[in-house]
């Protein structure tokens, strides 16, 4: 292992040397590199703390050799419609446990098993909208968008409403991953129309949920907060401990925008149990980069590392592109806070960079705002004014006035 580490090192100071000169490389070492002894604060940690900073993600290459080794047992020994249902099956177990490249694999094989067989459509239709969700999960909003509209044309083929209204609840999904949250709205309301023709008080469920973070968004917490409990009530009954620790960590960003940071964290510590307990690993990295800025926000910078890291470590696993943003700009305010101002600026123009990528107008927003106070606090008020300006432009194009409020009153202060 330590072998491998240090010829990655090799490799990366080889680049450095064919791109740069000496003082660029040692100006880039200096600021970037050591980045650890930048960290301030308490090195005694409680023992939740420890245990969740020291915990040891899904080893993924077991899980995919496993999983390769059961579709090669399965194959001869069950006939199409039994091999297609255990690959759905494998499917949502690899994308609990993050390894999206092998669901690829596993939801394509359904579309390549099934084939034109009419007795299969369904579970066709339900494949192409788990890799509809893959691909958003991913930030590929083009092959997401593509997938989900192959899926409702089939659900609607087959009379399926209940498919349909999962695919415009997962488009939902899609625009307010990238900020379009008026879009994003519609197709929430749109799904819970279709399911007024059905009882369906699981999928309702996560409609609730999604239009409880919109609400969250917009500042309408009570509004948000009806959402979540009632999506609780109906996932604690059925014991679906994979939308729980989805909720609980909702409602922890929910009370992180109210300020109260102690029940903050106690919402995404049951978050992280309740991940835990069901090898939910996307929802752990979301929960990870949470605490993390609830202890930026505290100014305890060693813990707000500690869990950046550890996020990054998840989110690097499932290739949550997003949520890798959002941990740099994270980073970013804690090298502002610790005065480290160029450090600062290479981790917020780093998260601005990768959301402009993957055109997400909220993310973008947040980090322009970060850069606004970045450059507030070094002197540079020109460039201060027009990264404000840019976070301000985006709020008042979605109409959220408690940011709006904040922004302005921060412009006044330059």
Known sequence: MEINAQENKRFLDNILVDFFNKDEIKDFSNKFLDTKKNLLGKKTVRTTEKKQINLEINDGLKINLQVDLIITFAGPRLNKNK?????????????????????????EKILDEAGNDTALLNLSASAMLALGEIYNRLANWHLSLDYIKKAYNTFKRLNDIKGCANCENLTGTLYGERGELSKAKKHFMQSLALLEKLKDSRLKGKVEINL?????IFGD???????????????????????????????????TKKNDLKTAVLEFDRSISFSMQCGNVPSLGLAYLSKAYIYTLQNDFYLAGAFADKAMEICTKTNDKLSIADIYKTKGIIQRKLNKYDLSESYLFTSLRLNKELKNGLNEAETSLEIGRLYKETGKIKESKLYFNNALKYYKKIKASNELTGISIELSGI
């Open 221 to 255: 917490y009570e509004t948000a907060l009806s959402y979540y409990r009632r999506a609780l009530l109906y996932f604690e009954k059925v014991k679906d401990l994979k939308r729980i620790a989805e909720i609980r960590h909702n409602m922890g960003m929910l009370y």
């Open 212 to 216: 409880g973070i919109i609400s969250n």
């Open 83 to 107: 091999f297609v249902e255990l690959l759905s099956l494998l499917g949502r177990f690899v994308i609990t446990s993050g390894e999206f490249s092998t669901a690829v694999y596993i939801y």
